[in-house]
């Protein structure tokens, strides 16, 4: 099933679509990572259509980890400003920030919430439920591994090709 709800993401209500095995149930039910980000390409790809930021193609991916949870983005050809926006929707997915002074993570006071419709509400117990995790990192160039890394990184040849050794004295 595919719970249809609202999460409000720079101060604009986007609809989302989330599967019902992106939702773990712990006691309460809680967002999977693997959720969360299905739920932030959903929302750069709707500012995109917007034409608030652009990109050739976006990845999102996930991982679990026992520090928690991350979330992986990466864009092609983005411009500056789109970097600027890109980077201001992951950090609004973020729970919080490391403090590397006093060497703990702290929490954020305000937390994105994934928001169902009110049919899934009735018939299913599904509430507002937070959507986030720990670390998102964001890079604009493809992920290793696929096709685009491979077509827009230089191979090992041209990357030696282009050292030039000097001879120290």
Known sequence: MTIVGTIKVLNQKIVTR???????????KTIKTSGTS??????LNHFKEEGVINFDK?????????????????????DDNSKKVIR?????????S????????????????????EQYNIES???SMKCGVKYVSYED?????????HTFSPSVEEFISDLKIRKVA
Not at 18 to 28: A, H, P, T
Not at 88 to 96: A, H, K, V
Not at 107 to 117: A, G, Y
């Open 18 to 28: 989330l599967s019902e095995i992106r939702v773990d149930e712990y006691g309460m």
């Open 38 to 43: 299905s739920l932030m390409e959903q929302v």
């Open 58 to 78: 976006v990845w999102v991916s996930s991982e679990r980890f026992s520090g928690g949870s991350g979330v992986r983005v990466h864009t092609l050809n983005s």
């Open 88 to 96: 201001e929707i992951c950090d609004s997915f973020e729970f919080g």
């Open 98 to 117: 490391f403090n590397s002074i006093k060497d703990f993570y702290e929490v954020k006071s305000d937390e994105l919430v994934f928001t169902p419709n």
């Open 125 to 127: 117990e599904f509430y």
């Open 141 to 149: 160039k493809p992920p290793y591994g696929t096709r685009e890394h």
